[in-house]
């Protein structure tokens, strides 16, 4: 497998929506913020939910770390249809991740208390099949330092 890290590569802009703040670090003093779980560091942006390009319909998903002395780090893809074959919607499936971390709570609340904002973007895809190929064929050209599928391991790669 001849991957390169995600986090140093650009992938082209085609047919993703813009980068969309999501969560923000504790010591955010941004307006429209919510706890985004009992007991979690930092806050989830309420207006997520209307951000445009994040729609109800089957897709892929980046995520992205941010912090203004670092490099962004485009972290983890995903979309919508889980291994147990349901095909959840888009926007359902960025504020499950805002509201309970998903399966990346650990990492979430690791990036959130180095002070990371975390953003992400969507691709809308004609339905399940296509975004799980779409999200196939991400995981075999890079290497996310979240995913586990089709990468070695998970990488803590913030500082």
Known sequence: MNQRFRESSHLPLENWSDWHRAMEPV???????????????????????????????CGNYEWRATRPDQPNRVVYVGSTCTRNGICNRLRSRI?????????????????????????????????????????????????????????NAIRFIMP
């Open 95 to 151: 504020v499950g991740y805002c509201k309970h971390g998903n399966h990346k709570e650990v990492l979430i609340n690791d990036a959130l208390m180095r002070g990371y904002e975390l953003w992400v973007r969507v691709k809308q895809t004609v339905g399940e099949e296509d975004a799980k190929a779409q999200e196939n064929a991400l995981l075999a050209m890079y290497d996310y330092a979240w995913n586990i599928r089709n990468n």
């Open 27 to 57: 010591n955010s003093n941004r307006r429209n913020l919510e706890p985004w779980g009992p007991l979690q560091p930092g806050q989830m942006l309420s207006n997520i939910r209307e951000a445009d390009g994040v729609v109800n319909l």
